[in-house]
C-alpha cells in the first residue's frame, strides 16, 4: 500500500472543511432584503476559495515525498506565535477598535510571515494602513456592519469613526 501525500492529505482535509462550512451556511436562515446579498455569501465564496485552493495545491504541488517533516520545530515555532498574534489582535480589537488594531497586527502579521527575508518597512507600513482602511471602511460604509469602537475610547469619550 502506498504511503499518502502530505500535499493530497491537507488538500483533502481542506476540501472536507470547504465541504463542511458550505453544508453549515445552508442552515443560516435566509432573510428576504433587497439589494443585499445576504448571510451566506460570505460563508459560500470562504468555502469556494478554500476548496479552490486545496484543488490548486494537489495539482500543483504535486506527488513528491522529500522525507522532510511537514513542519519543522521553526515552523512549529512560527505557527504558534502566528496564534498567539490572533489572539492579540482579537484582544486589541476590543480595546483599541479595530481600524487601529487591525493596522498594527497586520504589520506584525508581515513581520512575523517575512521570515528571514528583508522587507521594506515604509511599503509594510503604508500596505498595513490601506488594507485595514479598505477593510474598516468597506464594512462600516460599504455594508453597514459596525465593527469594535474600542473600549479604552469609550471610556475616555473619544468618538471613533
Not at 30 to 36: D, I, K, L, T
Not at 82 to 102: D, K, S, T, Y
Not at 104 to 126: E, Q, R, S, Y
Request: hydrophobic share 55%; glycine share 8%; with cysteine.
Amino acid at each position: 500500500m502506498k504511503k499518502m501525500n502530505r500535499t493530497y492529505l491537507m488538500g483533502t482535509l481542506a476540501l472536507l472543511l470547504a465541504a463542511f462550512i458550505a453544508w453549515q451556511t445552508t442552515m443560516i436562515p435566509e432573510r428576504m432584503v433587497s439589494n443585499e446579498p445576504g448571510p451566506k455569501l460570505f460563508p459560500f465564496i470562504s468555502a469556494g476559495g478554500i476548496a479552490v485552493f486545496a484543488v490548486l495545491s494537489m495539482i500543483f504541488d504535486g506527488p513528491k515525498d522529500d522525507g522532510k517533516p511537514y513542519l519543522d520545530k521553526a515552523g512549529w515555532i512560527r505557527m504558534l506565535i502566528i496564534i498567539v498574534e490572533v489572539l492579540f489582535f482579537c484582544f486589541m480589537m476590543n480595546f483599541i477598535g479595530f481600524w487601529i488594531a487591525a493596522m498594527m497586527c497586520l504589520f506584525l502579521f508581515f513581520w512575523t510571515l517575512k521570515g528571514d527575508k528583508k522587507i521594506n518597512i515604509p511599503f509594510a507600513v503604508i500596505l498595513a494602513i490601506g488594507l485595514a482602511s479598505i477593510c474598516y471602511f468597506g464594512f462600516t460604509r460599504g455594508f453597514h456592519i459596525p465593527l469594535p469602537s474600542g473600549t479604552l475610547w469609550k471610556s475616555v469619550g473619544i468618538k471613533m469613526p
